[in-house]
């Protein structure tokens, strides 16, 4: 539907201009797990550790470490999840998450992408079987007891802008998008 065109009486055109401008805000959080097979014994099955709060996207975030899993069915997997910890806007946060282990250099690798979810104060999504526990102890990527998880978060941003009615010459093309700064 075309937006109404006014004229003015000198032969200017009145006439408004908006945008719907989408673009993700995004992060990172690196938990570190030192003494990982004390942890992996002290922890049963279902029961998680909390990473520290961070910030991504004007919300606060963390990261619920399951070493013995998070579903019955998973047992013998290390479960990672992403929680909305808090919303100011107390409104559904739409967020794509991806985990991936460290090297030794710290570039990520093995990454899973847990694709889009919309979470509410509270919610958490994840990786139910992020990669088992015989994989991770005999990997390179668990040294001296400890090893290192990404966590990649984008939140998705809606943006709306608008610009102010204005006179516009006549000679202007209604054919043309009006630019948007």
Avoid at 34 to 55: M, P, Q, T, V, W
Wanted: net charge positive; glycine share 6%; proline share 5%.
């Amino acid at each position: 539907m075309a937006a109404p065109v006014m004229r003015s009486s000198v032969g200017q055109v009145l006439r408004s201009a908006s945008a719907i401008v989408s673009r993700p805000v995004c992060g990172s959080h690196v938990l570190r797990v030192d003494g990982y097979s004390h942890l992996k014994e002290a922890i049963r099955h279902g029961e998680f550790i909390e990473s520290c709060d961070f910030d991504v996207g004007n919300h606060s975030w963390r990261l619920l470490w399951y070493p013995n899993g998070s579903h019955s069915q998973f047992r013998s997997h290390i479960a990672l999840y992403l929680k909305l910890v808090s919303d100011p806007q107390n409104r559904p946060v739409r967020a794509q998450s991806q985990f991936s282990l460290l090297d030794q250099l710290g570039k990520p690798v093995l990454p899973r992408d847990v694709g889009m979810f919309k979470f509410s104060h509270g919610d958490s999504w994840g990786c139910k079987n992020f990669i088992r526990k015989k994989e991770l102890e005999k990997s390179e990527y668990l040294k001296d007891d400890r090893f290192t998880i990404q966590c990649d978060v984008s939140v998705m941003t809606v943006r709306k802008c608008n610009d102010n009615w204005a006179f516009i010459s006549q000679d202007h093309k209604f054919d043309e998008p009006p630019v948007l700064s």
